[in-house]
């Protein structure tokens, strides 16, 4: 990870109310981050971004060892919530910025519902969209968010996922293989 400007920002609070959504993506109501992943989790709406350079390069980051769930654990490019008021365009953006100190065009590929539960401190129980971009730079990370991050090949990242499940969070690896089986059309091929 590169060490020039340097960005520690807390982003994130845990009472900041996320949107209950039923599996239609219907909105039910709010509740605050904490309250959602306690126990089995709350359904609320994510999102998940996968960013890859012209060099069809994923950028995946190690998340912060202060995170409550699954801390150090390699992850995809972005994930997070939209807030009670905000729309998930505008989230993605926020969230891309604030995490990744840049904001790129996204595409969606689709969503799902799933449930993961870490240890015994709570769980991630989320209907997230997905979706796609691009960019060539090196991020300006948040390391309040984010302890390491790489560019990696999709070849590579498949068969270090295979060896090693236990590195990626759940949600990562459901995401990737679904993008890998129905989607690497959609998708910059590695060189």
Known sequence: MSTSAIRSEIVSHDSESLILVD???????????????????ILHRAFSL?????????????RAEEKPLWPGFWSNSCCSHPRQ????????????????GFTTTLQFLYQFEYAATYQDLGSERELCSVFWGLYN???????AEISDWRWVNPNSLTQ??????????????????RIRTEFSNQIPKAD
């Open 137 to 143: 730079d090196s991020p300006n990370v948040n390391v």
């Open 160 to 177: 270090d996922m295979a060896a090693r499940p236990e590195r990626y969070t759940p949600w990562f690896q459901m995401e990737w293989q």
């Open 50 to 62: 996968f960013i890859f350079n012209e060099s069809g390069e994923l950028l995946i980051h190690q």
């Open 23 to 41: 599996s239609n993506d219907q909105e039910l109501g709010y509740l605050s981050k904490v309250e959602c992943h306690q126990g089995a989790g």
């Open 85 to 100: 008021g905000e729309s998930i365009a505008n989230a993605m953006q926020r969230r891309c910025a604030e995490e990744l």
